[in-house]
């Protein structure tokens, strides 16, 4: 089948006005409450993007946010998207859908993944294994897709809110990701922490607080609808907590409690 859509041959940058940069450089301050959790998965995802090589397969690509750092890096990138998660989204979040679909290049299960075997060069799949009931067999398939050589690379959470419900069945530890990846006959190369406790516990006191202040509805899946003002009010001081905890976080090695953690692991060459 054809696979992908045809490389991009130019990039059109889009300054947007005044209010959209400075939100813009909002999001990627501590006055974004969810920085400390995105600057360590940013920056995991930036690592493995130095593995990156070939034609590349996203599994769960949803909005495509790491399209880009990819790209630069492999010959065809091919974001793979679940119909059912992602077109059974509530009403509110169907605004997403369509830069959700923009993304999409196939649309799947990553538990059969309609691709022939030995396929792709490197699979990617960024905080997806989470919502898989059987998460071994979606690995499996990604092992077989891959061809004798080609990488895998993973990012899974360990201290997250549960979100995405129905669908969020696990958090992983080093020796869950080992049993799963080697069992699906692959090699594992480094498994690592993203952050560490006390990175973790900034990125999860800074979440409790806009939650339990700073919202005035929960929804169904786990999210929640912020008050505009509430939540305005509070971002001095979830930024104080993520700051003061990220700099705590530089005076400890501790890594039992961390925000997740990332998988390079490869495809033996005589498989
Ligand atoms: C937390 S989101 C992560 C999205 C994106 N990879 C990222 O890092 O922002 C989880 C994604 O997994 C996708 N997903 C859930 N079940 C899936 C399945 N069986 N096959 C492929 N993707 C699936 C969901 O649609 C959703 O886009």
């Given amino acids: 089948m054809a696979i992908g859509r045809p490389k991009r041959v130019g990039v059109v940058v889009y300054r947007g006005s005044l209010g959209q940069r400075l939100n813009a450089w909002r999001k990627r301050s501590p006055l974004n409450p969810y920085w400390l959790d995105w600057s360590k998965l940013r920056r995991s995802v ?9 034609v590349l397969l996203d599994v769960g690509v949803s909005e495509g946010p790491y399209r880009s750092l990819f790209e630069a890096k492999v010959e065809r990138y091919v974001g793979l998207e679940y ?16 830069r959700a679909k923009q993304s999409v290049d196939v649309f799947g299960d990553g538990n059969l993944l ?11 799949s960024t905080e997806v294994l989470e919502h898989l009931p059987d998460p071994a067999r979606c690995v499996n398939e990604m092992a077989r897709v891959l061809r004798p050589g080609g990488k895998l690379l993973l990012t899974v959470p360990f201290s997250q809110p549960l979100h995405e419900l129905p669908s969020d069945y696990y958090r992983f530890t080093p020796s869950s990701l080992e049993h799963i990846v080697r069992g699906a006959g692959l090699e594992v ?7 560490n406790f006390a990175s973790a516990l900034g990125a999860m006191q800074s979440q409790w607080l806009l939650r339990s202040f700073g919202a005035k509805s929960r929804q169904s899946d786990g999210s929640v609808i912020l008050s505009r003002w509430r939540s305005t009010l509070l971002l001095p001081v979830t930024a104080c907590v993520q700051v003061g905890f990220h700099l705590m976080s530089k005076w400890t090695n501790d890594t039992t409690v961390c925000h997740g953690w990332t998988v390079v692991a490869h495809k033996p060459v005589d498989a």
Avoid: C, M, N, Y
Wanted: glycine residues 6%; aromatic residues 6%; negative net charge.
């Fill in 114 to 124: 309609p691709f022939a075997t030995d396929a792709f060069d490197t699979v990617l």
């Fill in 83 to 98: 119909p059912p998660s992602i077109l059974d989204k509530q009403p509110e979040l169907w605004s997403i859908l369509d």
């Fill in 46 to 54: 930036e690592d493995l993007s130095e593995h990156a090589s070939g």
């Fill in 189 to 195: 190369g480094s498994i690592e922490p993203r952050g």
